[in-house]
């Protein structure tokens, strides 16, 4: 099993950059990543970063956020350049140890089997 632990969200305008962290305790899972929903919507994934350090993302945030791992620490971030009011959301860390999820997109992150409570993003146009 794997605790998650999410920091570094917060309010920033149209244009700017935040980075989020999430911390794993507990065994390597063989992915994480991250997904988020706005009120009214539904999850959407946004990132996965796979164990081999492989990377997938929604065609929303392409060319935009970058997810990383530090795998001593057992820890990710999200890098968020570019955002944009629509990026408004809830963001979630995710993490699952099933490597045919894990094998999927950045469409598939809401579906893992691990996540941290939350961290708010907002961003003001």
């Known amino acids: 099993q794997v605790q998650l632990v999410e920091s570094g969200g917060g309010s920033v305008q149209s244009g700017g950059s935040l980075r989020l962290s999430c911390v794993g305790y507990?065994?390597?899972?063989?992915?994480m990543g991250w997904f988020r929903q706005a009120p009214g919507e539904e999850r959407e994934g946004v990132a996965v970063?796979?164990?081999?350090?492989?990377?997938n993302y929604a065609d929303s945030v392409k060319g935009r956020f970058t997810i990383s791992q530090d795998n001593a620490k057992n820890t990710q971030h999200l890098q968020m350049n570019s955002l944009k009011a629509e990026d408004t959301a809830m963001y979630y860390c995710?993490?699952?140890?099933?490597?045919?999820?894990?094998?999927?997109?950045?469409?598939?992150?809401?579906?893992?089997?691990?996540r941290g409570q939350g961290t708010q993003v907002t961003v003001s146009s």
């Open positions: 995710a993490a699952d140890f099933s490597r045919r999820l894990c094998s999927g997109s950045a469409l598939r992150v809401p579906e893992y089997s691990y």
């Open positions: 970063i796979r164990s081999d350090a492989s990377t």
């Open positions: 507990g065994y390597r899972p063989d992915c």
